[in-house]
């Protein structure tokens, strides 16, 4: 068999070096990410390596197995649906021979190859769209780069115009210069953030965070209150309505504690009420409520009649960016009827891309509060300027680590 490796800084590049040299055709064996350059691992680069061959004794064993399982699967179908002849009894019946029934396969082996199917049938359609995208030739990568932080196409085909309309066309242009201007396009795509902003003085500030289970709510909330008791010398309380999670009001208590700053757990919205009289004299007022599915129409409809009666002054939906968009945008529509207008985005350090943040505020009329990585309290949490999320979106794909930038609450 004869094995070929071919290079390149993404894979998009890779996979269209091996469709050039050996043609649609070709079988992928192996991929994988080097390092490249650099003294003492500073300075490196990374590098896409694939293997792959021409093999005819390969691709026709690929399309010899291909063809063998749409015949059984033909055969099945025909004779599932055919019709018993009239005037034959069942028990006359001649049975078709059963096909021949082929070795086992280790389970392991057959999801191996199944995950490595589903990433090679990625990689490709991210190859096709990034082939002939409708952008200038000298922002290729870039624009491969957009795709693969999983900023939607039409998004980076817009961006990428931009970018070139505002570029030298005389060959000076340095990559610096392109990064700048990616930078600054991405800038006014996005809205500027809206950090917590207090009442004048005379009441408290009520902000409620709302949002899916498992998305960091609780988290979020004590990063908050201790930026708001430690460092702006504010007098804050904390409300909680999840009653359906022992640790959660358990894991607030502690903070509260720490904090020396009040907390009330509330069961019905009558005690909500008597929570925020008893709160009158404080600066601001977190109200923690339980994680609920956008799909249960009675939990929203509960949390709904806690909001009515706190009338908080902002609600912030709380989202993971390791969610699918879909996901995301079905979330946020189910509760911008509680009248959400902010969105914190949380588990960055968990992200596979931060196109995601583009993409939803883009379509959606709401504005970026905070981002928040990690579990550290009072770190890890910053404000959501668009400069941050646009340098969010132009880091390297593979291997980055995201770390809290000095912008805090």
Known sequence: MKLKTYQARSMSDALAKVKKDLGRDAVILHTRTLERGGVFGLGSRSVVEITATADRKVTSFRKANTAQGHRRMTQRDLVTREPEPRGIRSQDRVEP???PISPPVDPSIRREVEEI????????????????????????????????????????????????????HDGTC??????????????????????????????????????????????????????????EGMKV???????????????????????????????????????????????????????RSQNDDLRMAELREFLQVAEPDQVHLVLSTTSREATIRET???????????????????????GVILNVLKTVNMRLSYLTNGQSVPDDIEIGSASRVARLILEPVHGKVVVMEKNRP
Request: glycine letters at 6%.
């Open 332 to 354: 946020i529509e189910k509760f911008k009827v509680m009248g959400a207008e902010h969105l914190i985005f949380t588990k960055l350090d968990e992200a596979v891309g931060f």
């Open 97 to 99: 021979a059963p096909p």
């Open 174 to 231: 340095s990559q610096e210069r392109v990064r700048a201007e990616l930078c600054r396009v991405l800038n006014e795509m996005l809205p500027t953030a809206a950090p917590l902003e207090l009442n004048a003085v005379g009441r408290p500030t009520v902000v409620a965070m709302v949002g899916p289970t498992g998305v960091g709510k609780t988290t979020t909330i004590a990063k908050l209150a201790a930026n708001m008791r430690l460092r």
């Open 237 to 291: 309380g904390l409300i909680t309505i999840d009653s359906y999670r022992i640790a959660a009001v358990e894991q607030l208590k502690t903070y509260a504690q720490i904090l020396k700053v009040p907390l009330i757990p509330v069961l019905t919205p009558e005690e909500m009420r008597n929570a925020l009289e008893r709160m009158i004299d404080l600066d601001l007022v977190l109200i923690d409520t339980a994680g």
């Open 117 to 168: 199917r589903a990433m090679v049938g990625d990689l490709l359609q991210r190859s096709e769209r990034s082939e002939h995208p409708d952008v200038p030739a000298d922002l290729i990568d870039h624009y491969s780069h957009l795709i693969g932080q999983d900023v939607a196409a039409e998004l980076a085909v817009d961006l990428l115009t931009r970018v070139h309309q505002s570029l030298p």
